[in-house]
Antibody, heavy 118, light 111 residues
């Protein structure tokens, strides 16, 4: 069974760093890209970027480029989304998704709620 | 402001057929496949349609997708109460270095 299991909810202060994770199982991790999607409170879905776990090649939405880093560790079949300096506006639910044909999210994680507040 | 444009809301009664539109441009829908997602708040999004009109296994054939030029649509026939959710279209956009763009979402209400 294909599963993506994300790390738990986080509460952080502005300026702090954070890394959340997405562990894939039940399939060949390096054969499918992984994307990250944001949903701010009361808003729609926003594509942040994707990574090819086989070589760590990434694409980013220009709106997120430079503010987040997407990475992956093949050895533990886990993808990551990282911030070096959080802002209150980063408060959101974050989903990872396995990509079918490199763009269509066919399996999704359960979501990680990130709250940034002073 | 989303790159892809969807109506904010749609509604129908059980058994009806509803369609949701998605309008884009030459750099996204006009050049690439369209995917559709169903999202019930508090749960993970679900892929309904990929590559314009293909259904993943497990998605009922009540859901269908189509594309023409720079627009796409999702049709749901035999509407059921459990179809009440938010629906999003998405497509790859070739501008800049390329990235995926979503529509703003359509909230479907089953009356």
């Amino acid at each position: 069974e294909v599963q993506l299991v994300q790390s738990g909810a986080e509460v952080k202060k502005p300026g702090e760093s954070l890394r959340i994770s997405c562990k894939g199982s039940g399939y060949s991790f390096t054969n499918y890209w992984i994307s990250w999607v944001r949903q701010m409170p009361g808003k729609g879905l926003e594509w942040m970027g994707r990574i090819d776990p086989s070589d760590s090649y990434t694409n980013y939405n220009p709106s997120f480029q430079g503010h987040v880093t997407i990475s992956a560790d093949q050895s533990i079949t886990t993808a990551y989304l990282q911030w070096n300096s959080l802002k209150a506006s980063d408060t959101a639910m974050y989903y990872c998704a396995r990509l079918l044909d490199t763009v269509a999210g066919d399996y999704w994680g359960q979501g990680t709620l990130v709250t940034v507040s002073s | 402001q989303s790159v892809l444009t969807q109506p904010p809301s749609a509604s129908g009664t059980p058994g009806q057929r509803v369609t949701i539109s998605c309008s884009g441009s030459r750099s996204n829908i006009g050049s690439n496949f369209v995917n559709w997602y169903q999202h019930v708040p508090g749960t993970a999004p679900r892929l309904l349609i990929y590559n314009n009109n293909r259904r993943p296994s497990g998605v009922p054939d009540r859901f269908s997708g189509s594309k023409s030029g720079t627009s796409a649509s999702l049709a749901i026939s035999g509407l059921q109460s459990e179809d009440e959710a938010d629906y999003y279209c998405a497509a790859w956009d070739d501008s800049l270095n390329g990235y995926e763009v979503f529509g703003g979402g359509t909230k479907l209400t089953v009356l």
